[in-house]
């Protein structure tokens, strides 16, 4: 007679006492209705202890099925089971979403994910080139606008095509691959541990939900996010987005330090982090010692500052540039969480409806697949290498299931797109598509 997979679960069921609800706390994950200490499980994730100390504190449900695209093994984890807890989710609210993951491993075997031999050639092109340049205006005390303007997008080239695989685990199946590439956040001026904690365990889980995405949050100057009050600049907002964008190198930069010191970015890092933040400090000092003390020191000059701002000025614009049109234009669908967590839980639904792709494979080349955002959010954990090959499955299985999947044919489509769902936020309280916790499509200035 076959196992019952269900049977270890029991026995853990009563080892624990399942009558009593344990809620979570900051040592814990839940998955489902059951919960588990953070530390036992850390020790035996296969994608390294970073990603499960990352999430401590939270439900992972939907974070351990995007990134290993089946239901959580609840019956070899009861060494560490202590607990159960409500689960947030109806157990079969992602049936469509596994049948997806079915249909996609047809063409790409679960074994085949991972980033292929050519991508590792193209991960030492682009660092040999950094590298070099670097390397080059250091020793000969060359600090040109023309050398850091294209260093610049080298930056924003590691961002998208090496980091960025790298912490989603996307890049090899052995965690401290990733490890040491995802660092290349490091390299570039950010942390990657504030990086995971903002992308990873936020925005991924909660993609324009108005509630709990950092992506949205906003400013003063640009209104996304509907529950931030209109003020008169807003109006305009559509016409100065993408000059605005120019100050994100600079920004990141100071946000990544003051995030790393606080412990704190849209939410509280988790407890389990405090050590890799001391690291995280450390790397941010060498890059400013880098790119600003440095060359001062070799060339005391305000001309030597003036020039090092390119590298800033184009890596932050090109990484923020493709962010902002992939999840703001016209008829994005934004949530209140409670719409989420009680209407409609399709983990597939959610993500395809508020994302879009643009382009094809030579522009998801340079960027790192990161113009097939549909796919990316649906499937974290797959090289950005496979997105061109899965794409049509995931489209074609989205229309047969009622569910919009936007594709815009150029950049230039895309970010006219994109002016107009801003113009909307600015001009009215709510944009076309944002729903509210009881499933309602508010009107425009429907409150």
């Known amino acids: 007679m076959a196992p019952n997979p269900n049977k270890a679960v029991e026995r853990a069921d009563a080892r624990v006492k399942v009558d009593e609800k344990i809620p979570l706390n900051d040592y814990s994950v839940q998955v489902d209705e059951y919960v588990y200490d953070t530390r036992s499980l850390a020790k035996i994730h296969p994608g390294g202890p970073l990603f499960v100390?990352?999430?401590?504190?939270?439900?992972?449900?939907?974070?351990?099925?995007?990134?290993?695209?089946?239901?959580?093994?609840?019956?070899?984890?009861?060494?560490?089971?202590?607990?159960?807890?409500?689960?947030?989710?109806?157990?079969?609210?992602?049936?469509?979403?596994?049948?997806?993951?079915?249909?996609?491993?047809?063409?790409l075997p679960r074994n085949k994910a991972f980033a292929p031999a050519s991508y590792f050639l193209k991960v030492a092109a682009i660092l040999s080139v950094a590298f070099f340049t670097e390397y080059y205006m250091h020793k000969h005390a060359y600090y040109k606008w023309y050398l850091t303007a294209p260093l610049g997008f080298v930056f924003a080239l590691i961002g998208l095509n090496i980091q960025h695989d790298a912490n989603h685990g996307a890049i090899s199946r052995f965690w401290w691959v990733n490890r040491i590439l995802g660092m290349s956040q490091n390299w570039i001026g950010g942390s990657a541990v504030d990086w995971i904690h903002q992308h990873v365990v936020q925005h991924h889980i909660a993609p324009n939900d108005v509630d709990h995405d950092p992506d949205i949050v906003g400013n003063a100057f640009l209104r996304i996010n509907p529950l931030r009050p209109r003020a008169d600049q807003h109006l305009y907002q559509h016409i100065y987005l993408f000059a605005l964008l120019g100050f994100f190198g600079f920004n990141y930069i100071i946000e990544t330090l003051k995030h790393t010191i606080e412990g704190f970015h849209k939410t509280h890092f988790s407890k389990l982090l405090g050590g890799n933040r001391v690291f995280e400090g450390m790397t941010w000092s060498l890059f400013v010692f880098r790119w600003i003390l440095f060359p001062l020191y070799q060339v005391p000059s305000i001309y030597t500052f003036l020039?090092?701002?390119?590298?800033?000025?184009?890596?932050?614009?090109?990484?923020?540039?493709?962010?902002?049109?992939?999840?703001?234009?016209?008829?994005?669908?934004?949530?209140?969480?409670?719409?989420?967590?009680?209407?409609?839980?399709?983990?597939?639904?959610?993500?395809?409806?508020?994302?879009?792709?643009?382009?094809?494979?030579?522009?998801?080349?340079?960027?790192?697949?990161?113009?097939?955002?549909?796919?990316h959010h649906l499937f974290p954990r797959i090289s950005h290498a496979h997105y061109p090959t899965i794409a049509p499955i995931v489209r074609e299985y989205c229309l047969s299931k009622g569910i919009a999947y936007v594709h815009f044919p150029t950049i230039g489509e895309n970010v006219v797109s994109c002016s107009k769902h801003m113009y909307q936020l600015g001009h009215n309280q709510n944009p076309t598509n944002f729903v509210d916790s009881k499933g309602r499509v508010l009107k425009p200035n429907e409150k």
């Open 53 to 107: 100390n990352s999430f401590s504190g939270r439900d992972c449900t939907e974070a351990f099925l995007s990134y290993h695209r089946k239901a959580f093994p609840h019956d070899r984890m009861t060494d560490s089971l202590i607990g159960k807890a409500p689960a947030l989710k109806s157990a079969t609210a992602d049936a469509d979403y596994l049948e997806l993951c079915k249909l996609v491993e047809q063409v």
């Open 307 to 375: 020039n090092i701002c390119p590298l800033f000025l184009v890596g932050g614009y090109y990484l923020a540039f493709f962010f902002v049109i992939s999840h703001n234009f016209e008829g994005v669908h934004l949530f209140e969480h409670d719409y989420n967590k009680n209407v409609d839980q399709s983990f597939l639904r959610k993500q395809v409806l508020t994302a879009a792709n643009v382009g094809g494979a030579w522009l998801a080349f340079i960027n790192g697949g990161l113009n097939y955002q549909i796919e």
